[in-house]
């Protein structure tokens, strides 16, 4: 290394020398600063799989808009240490960009071990939000709730956006089957 000293031993070899030298070039050659690469605000895109699998992200789609992304990461640790509480699906469905109200079978006098979400299908402009991001928040639920746990998901819209997609409002209620074929289909 020319201006700063070397990290080797005196007795180390002509090779590991000039392999010591391109290594410091090579480092040095990196625009990105190392620090920014674990801030989920700061890093730069192509890295944010990265992050996100080293952050323990368990629900991940590289069609997501690069603030969502940003906003998983974030959410991904403290939803990890509250794992398996309402709190926890709460948060998981707020990062994704989900306005729900989560209800307990004990606040209404349903099943044991079930609750409910009360999701609007709209985001904060209004505008309706994708089947695709709908199944992914499905998804981040069912990974952050008690295994135990069953849900009934309840789409709706909110206040602000009725005036405008109708002046009447259908509430309906999903639910996710799981179907089976057996046999050859005609």
Known sequence: ????????????????????????????????????????DNCPESFLPFVAWQFKVDRWNPDWSV??????????????????????????AAAMGADIELVEWWQVAGTPGTFTLNMTATDAHGDPISTDLQ??????????????QHFTLVLGANAAAMEYLSPFVVAAEFQRIDVQLSGALP
């Open 135 to 148: 199944n992914d928040i499905i998804d981040a639920v069912t990974v952050v709730k008690r295994l135990s």
């Open 1 to 40: 290394m020319t201006d700063q000293q070397s990290l080797l031993p005196p007795n180390a070899t002509d090779f590991e020398r000039v392999l010591e030298v391109i290594a410091a070039n090579r480092l040095a050659s990196i625009s990105t600063a190392i620090r920014t690469l674990w801030d989920p």
């Open 67 to 92: 603030a969502l992304k940003r906003s998983v990461i974030k959410a991904s640790i403290p939803a990890h240490k509250i794992k398996g509480t309402p709190q926890a699906i709460i948060d998981v």
